[in-house]
């Protein structure tokens, strides 16, 4: 194709992409759409059409259905037997199947959507009509403790595949009527439930609006998971912080809904984006809040800590060793220079050589199960830590720094953004040995300026520090005893901030 | 009306730019040049420095509260017709596109200088020009959120500097006025420059949020800069003599020289390359107000472009030609004149036909 042609080719719409729609109507004869069924679905092994005589619909009926999607209980004893038995008196077929949730399909579309989402749909002989029994059976996993956001005393239920599971798990916390869902259907051909949850009387309208028609703007064949819907609808997709906090938790994501954020439950994703995020967020957990808050406090400075050091202790080693060793004091530049003796690298390499293989290591470990695991870790602390410095291609000092580093970015207790911090390191490290001190710096303001503006689903994601807001520090760096925080965070943009009344305790007197 | 909604300024974020535009590439030399001409009574001059300051801050709010809703750019045309007009805001632009050229070639001297001796000046504004660009693509909402944060985020350095304590000598202060009052006021000549960056306000009034507190903002944005020129000041006279200061460049950056711990020595470098935040905080609203201004000039709605271009400018000329101390010295007089009249001049010129026009009113 010429260049030309190229660019003047007619892009093909995603919409023009897909198969027609069967939006047929039904017939009254069974037989025809039967066989209209089996044109839709060729090559399909799994689906099942069993036809039977029965007297209660005198005729002919058929069920279809997906082997494999539906529960074969509830089909054999909720809808097969009572169709099957002889004697009933006069009474509709509505009220003879034990199933919940029963609606009538008028067109192939809806039954074809039906059946690929686990119904089971019931053809009556004469009818123009069917109905589709709500029988999902699908395969699933049993609800486990979260495997990413494990807590100390939090609940021990994680989400599992199923929207639906979910959506239950979270409104077990938050029994309240005002919790609200809307339903969108993204992917034209894998749709995939979307479910938007909040609370109707918090969430500022605005904001749920941006995410609805964010989610509503989606064209494409399918999502398989929360991560994919949350790259569709960021603000930023040059940023390398995450601007959507992805939980695997209930708890938590009933604790942001009462903060006045948005869950979306992803079906078929065993974890939940909330937005708007923030910051500081991510270096939260809600084991934070079942500590005493004195306790809470520590650790939260210990993750503030942590961050700091995995972004840029590397860069300062380097910096301060090619760049500006006059800091450092003569006793203790001497020592850094004797293990340094005979490492033939520059600081920099000898730093990129250490924290590859520390990157290396880690997804080495994590693809590998548990006992085969153990041995990458005997290898990478053992052989790698003390042999590479006895070759003496990388200094002790180094191994230090890369080891401080490594503890330092597991203590972040989100994974996005303990690997987003994994990136920055390497571009400090970069900047620290072309320009030092004054390198790291000129980061560090341009980290600061990125995410001063950065937005999540435009509400500013540097709150409460960029714009300062006073008055959600309470449950920042520090995390103040609960009683204190009678309103919900600013930071979340709400309409309605009251969280709660005057809870402080105070003992036996009044 | 509401033209600038989108970009409203707390009244924190609007005395923290300010504050942050006043102090800057100045405050490293200003105990030397106040004791050049003042000796130790340098620190009155500040004083009165600041009075001047606070009252002329105080006429620009003041004109400004006539119309709010508009900054200078929109005004200038609007009285002296749409050529002269545009003429005076391209002077103000350039200007402001000077101030913010001569701190950041000032900022690669002193770098290179005091900490990168061996890096060429334009790689050095290279460096700087890559956070500017993050930043001020935002525009002025992100840089009044930058100027705030900045702010908070080196509230340390005050604190560290107060280790020296015990080795100052407040004997040196006295006599007060030993050479009468006359050294000061030349003194105060310096001082009144050193708190350029309130002139910002031409332009951040119409974006403030609640304009009720403008003129307390304003005061508070000066009373701070006062406060650290103040801080460093008296800490520099009391800890050297009053004939070793003159013999430093950046007495400033002497005085952080001398604290040492165990594990550390050599804080003025740390200093100093925190220092860049300060540093920062004045370039880039001047480099703001000048792309702002120019694309208002072109009717562009997005400063983006304007900021690319005068980025690579301010690259080109350093690259091109890089300044010695003497050109930056003078650079900062020229600053300073522009600031004279941009600054102190103007504000009282254009109140006496405001003052004037509200007499005929009453009477």
Known sequence: MTMRGWLTRKRVAAKDRLQPSHARPLRDRLSENISELENIFTLTPDLVIRTFESRLVEGTAAIVYLTGLVDKNSINNNVLRPMLERDQGEVGILDLLSVGKVSIAHDFGTIEKEILAGSCILFVEGRNEAFVLETHGWPQRAIEDPQLEASLKGAHQGFVETGIQNIALIRRYLPNRELKIKDFWVGDRGATRVSVMFLHDVVHPEVLQELEDRIKLIRIDSILNTGELGELIEDNPFSPFPQFMMTERPDSAAAHILQGKIAVVVDRSPSVLIGPATFSAFFQSVDDYSTRWLVATFIRFLRGLAFLIATFLPAVYIALISYNYEVIPLDLILSVGESRERVPFPPLIEAMIMELTLEMLREAGVRLPAPIGQTVGIVGGIVIGQAVVQAGIVSNIMVIVVAFTAISSFIIPNYDMASAVRLLRFLMMVLAAMFGIVGIIVGLMGMIGHLIQLESLGVPYGSPLAPVRFSDWKDFMLRLPLWSMRERPAGARVIQSKRQGDNRPRGDGK | ?363
């Open chain 2, 1 to 363: 009306m509401k033209k600038y909604a989108f970009n409203e300024l707390t009244i924190f974020q609007y005395i923290f730019l300010i504050h942050g535009a006043q102090v800057g590439i100045g405050v490293l030399s200003m105990p030397r040049e106040l004791a050049e001409v003042a000796g130790t009574d340098g620190w009155l001059s500040i004083l009165i420095g600041w009075l001047a300051a606070v009252a002329a801050s105080l006429l620009i709010i003041n004109i400004m509260k006539r119309y709010p809703g508009q900054t200078i750019v929109d005004l200038l045309p609007l009285f002296l017709g749409k050529w002269l007009g545009k003429a005076v805001v391209v002077i103000i632009a350039a200007y402001c596109g000077f101030a913010s050229l001569t701190v950041i070639a000032s900022t690669a001297a002193i770098i290179n200088t005091w900490i990168l001796s061996q890096t060429p000046a334009y790689m050095v504004v290279i460096l700087l020009a890559l956070p500017t660009y993050i930043v001020l693509q935002g525009g002025l909402r992100v840089l009044g959120r930058y100027s705030e944060l900045i702010f908070y985020l080196t509230l340390w350095m005050p604190l560290v500097l107060t280790t020296i304590l015990p080795h100052t000598n407040w004997l040196h202060l006295l006599p007060i006025f030993k050479e009468g009052l006359g050294p000061i006021l030349t003194g105060t000549k310096s001082t009144i420059l050193s708190f350029l960056g309130f002139e910002l306000a031409f332009f951040l009034y119409p974006f403030l949020q609640r304009k009720q507190y403008a003129s307390l903002g304003i005061i508070v944005a000066n009373t701070l800069s006062m406060l650290i020129f103040m801080n460093i000041t008296l800490f520099s006279y009391a800890f050297f003599s009053p004939d070793e200061i003159l013999q430093y460049t950046w007495p400033t950056l002497n005085l952080w020289k001398v604290i040492e711990y165990r594990f550390l020595e050599r804080m003025d470098i740390i200093f100093l390359a925190f220092y860049l935040f300060y540093l920062s905080t004045t370039s880039f609203p001047y480099l703001y107000f000048t792309v702002f201004s120019s694309s208002q000039l072109f009717g562009a709605a997005d400063h983006r472009k304007h900021l690319g271009i005068a980025l690579l400018l301010v690259i080109a000329i350093l690259w091109l030609y890089t300044p010695t101390f003497m050109d930056l010295q003078k650079w900062t007089e020229w600053w300073s004149y522009g600031g004279l009249l941009f600054g102190y001049a103007l504000p009282i010129l254009a109140s006496v036909p405001i003052w004037l026009l509200r007499r005929s009113v009453k009477g």
